[in-house]
């Protein structure tokens, strides 16, 4: 059976400032390698161009004064022979004594003459016949048994007569080892930098990262269970670099978590009390009715008795019904995937709602009528929509006074939104709690027949917006007013 890898908390792996210290001296050597290689490579070709160039010289002058010479050297008939061609390039040669780093090499009908100073190598490739003599007219790289020269090979010319061959000859080895010299140089100044730049480093990293880690330290020290207290400040928090910014994050997720968890108990807190609330009256009436029982006829409890606890009973019960249907609905409420989306004629949904307000008995409620209503459709869940206008309209006949009257009507917005309102005449809401009346469990009812659970308005925000609508409140001294908007169909 094939097991997942997984990371045990135990495992870590290096220190950022480490990681951090270690990406740059990687950086640092790539730079410095390509810097070394770069640098080494214009040495040789700065070489290899200045070695060209004493070449090209060489041969301007070989062309200016080797032709002077040799008509010197001629007869009266104009032809130049070959013992006259060797005078005039050895007068030319006792002229031009070459250089340590080319040799120059006449080649009068076989018969070599070269300069008396050159590289000694080149003199050695010479004397052994291995000297390269290249391309006729073109200055080229060939390579030798000492190495890479560069080689030019060009014919002169006298009157039309090709009286010899010049051979311009330079090695490229001196500035091959010229750029391994600098090569070297530099990759034994470039590690010597990096060591003491890495150590400079690190003590400069750890510093910089010193901040997060007492970001962690003090994350960890966190007291979850404090949290509902107030989220603590932690350090850096009014830094305004990147540190700066993931402590106020922290703190930010903290301040979430601790609303959360605040919230959390707060529900089960009111959970509890909700459902101890019923729970006791059943038990207290079921606790009579087994004492009554036992007594027998002779006890006092007639037939009416037992009838006006069995109502209380399911009261009660029915209380407990309606707070974990509640419950169910803000839990399940919320999710799109739950609530189906079909063609909803808002006229019919609002008919709906008037047989419903009639058959749970409710007076004083109007509901628009079929001819008012626009009639535009909507896309969503019939009863998830008409479960919210009621939710809505009990909430307002519960929290106002006798007499008041709550009207529930539908107007097209002008953005082609269909926006659903129920409101009510009412001494509307104080603000403290019309800032959190969509909030699980909030009420201003907390005993009496009429008590409710404060999830109301909060089956009525999660019912919404899973069909993608919207809530909005508006309450003050002459009313409160809440409006559902959905897209209309296109």
């Known amino acids: 059976m094939s097991q997942r890898s997984v990371r045990q908390p135990g495992r870590r792996t290096a220190a950022l400032h480490v990681r951090l210290t270690a990406i740059a001296l990687a950086v640092m050597a790539a730079t410095l390698a390509v810097a070394a290689l770069t640098t080494a490579e214009l040495v040789r070709v700065g070489d290899r161009n200045s070695l060209d160039q004493l070449l090209t010289d060489e041969l301007a002058d070989l062309r200016t004064d080797l032709p002077r010479l040799v008509r010197e050297q001629a007869g009266t008939d104009g032809q130049v022979s070959a013992d006259e061609a060797r005078t005039a390039a050895n007068a030319y040669l006792g002229t031009h004594d ?7 090499v006449i080649d009068v009908e ?7 100073s050159g590289p000694a190598p080149l003199v050695d490739l010479l004397n052994r016949g291995d000297l390269p003599t290249g391309q006729a007219g073109r200055l080229v790289t060939v390579p030798s048994l000492r190495g890479e020269v560069r080689v030019l090979n060009t014919p002169v010319e006298v009157g039309g007569q090709q009286v010899a061959t010049a051979l311009l000859v330079g090695s490229l080895e001196p500035g091959r080892a010229q750029a391994a010299d600098v090569l070297q140089r530099i990759a034994i ?22 901040p997060l880690r007492h970001l962690a330290h003090a994350a960890r020290d966190v007291d979850l269970a404090a949290l509902p207290d107030g989220p603590p400040q932690l350090p850096g928090a009014d830094r305004g670099d990147e540190v700066g910014v993931v402590a106020h994050e922290v703190e930010r997720m903290l301040a979430r978590i601790s609303r959360d ?96 307000s009639r058959g749970l008995g409710l007076t004083g409620v109007e509901v628009q009528g079929e001819r008012e209503a626009p009639g535009a459709v909507v896309v969503g869940d019939e009863d998830r929509m008409v479960q919210a206008l009621l939710n809505l309209v009990l909430n307002a006949r519960t929290h106002t006074p006798a007499g008041t009257r709550v009207r529930v009507a539908a107007r097209l917005r002008e953005d082609g939104w269909v926006v659903l309102e129920v409101s009510d005449d009412g001494p509307g809401m104080a603000p403290a709690v019309a800032d959190v009346a969509f909030e699980p ?35 003050g001294p002459g009313g409160t007013t809440v409006s559902l908007a959905f897209p209309a169909a296109d």
């Open 189 to 210: 100044a470039g590690g010597i930098g990096l060591l003491v730049g890495g150590a400079v480093l690190v003590v400069a990293v750890r510093r910089a990262t010193a």
């Open 261 to 356: 968890e605040a919230l959390r108990r707060q529900l089960l807190a009111a959970v509890s009390h909700e459902l101890r609330t019923p729970l006791a009256v059943a038990q207290g009436h079921l606790e009579v009715f087994e004492l009554t029982s036992r007594h027998g006829p002779d006890s006092g409890q007639d037939d009416g008795g037992a009838a006006q606890t069995a109502a209380v009973l399911r009261r009660e019960l029915d209380r407990l019904a309606r707070i974990v249907d509640d419950l169910t609905a803000v839990t399940r409420g919320g999710s799109a995937d739950a609530a189906a989306a079909e063609a909803v004629f808002v006229p019919d949904l609002l008919t709906a709602v008037a047989e419903r």
């Open 98 to 104: 070459g250089s340590a780093r080319h040799l120059l």
């Open 110 to 116: 076989g018969r070599r003459q070269f300069t008396r």
């Open 441 to 475: 469990f909030v009420t201003t009812r907390s005993s009496g027949d009429t008590r409710g659970s404060g999830l109301g308005l909060s089956v009525v925000r999660s019912v919404t917006q899973a069909q993608g609508g919207t809530v909005d409140l508006r309450t």
